[in-house]
């Protein structure tokens, strides 16, 4: 007598209820504060972001550069209108740009009923990039989606041809899931995007790695890192 075949299901997740959906909160570090943005800030990130240079740090978002206040303003305005996403201004409180907003960064893709959260439209000033500024404050937003909103998963997704995000999703510990192709259609152009992930098993781990990273002592009396983040990262990937 045969008999029939269970099919494979996930692990339970036991006592898993939906998580809360994330407030414009302010996350306070040693080098930065991520706090809600508000048009308040509009005029520093046109200065920070909007120079005559500065047009490939817009290459990747779905508008060009906006030349403009005025245009940025309808761009960001666009951004907060948003019903699900929560975008956040990065202030640095040290360096050369310190209290000004230098950045923006959203929350976006927000699941709670599957713990499941996304950092994305991410923008950073020349100033902020490559700065223990910049790496804190994705720090503070992956810990709060973690930490104190109790999600599962944390995303990272980007173009397929944005090298310099795809290093800082590696460099952040985040592990390569694969690639969707033809996935958008983004300013007229074809976009593939890869996706990369953090999930809540993973994390303790990569917050002890950016915990050392950003310790004071790793950096010397200029400010310059001793040990890189990919070091600290390295051995949690095989």
Known sequence: ????????????????????????????????????????????????????????????????????????????????????????????TTG????????IASYLRVEPAHGQIEVGGILLSRVLQRTAAATEAIHLLMRHAFDDLGYRRFEWKCDSLNEPSRRAAARLGFAYEGRFRNHLVVKGRNRDTDWFSVTDAEWPAVRAAHERWLDPANFDDRGRQRAALSEATASIRP
């Open 1 to 92: 007598m045969s008999h029939p075949i269970t099919p494979p299901v996930g692990a339970p997740v036991p006592g898993w209820q939906p998580r809360p959906r994330p407030e414009p909160v302010t996350l306070a570090g040693v080098h930065v504060r991520v706090e809600p943005l508000t048009s308040a800030r509009y005029s520093d990130l046109y200065a920070a972001t909007c120079g005559d240079g500065d047009d490939d740090l817009w290459t990747y978002r779905p508008v060009d550069r906006p030349t403009s206040l005025p245009t940025l303003w309808m761009h960001l305005a666009g951004v907060l209108g948003s019903p699900t996403d929560v975008t956040f201004a990065l202030v640095p």
């Open 96 to 103: 050369p740009a310190a209290g000004t907003a230098a950045g």
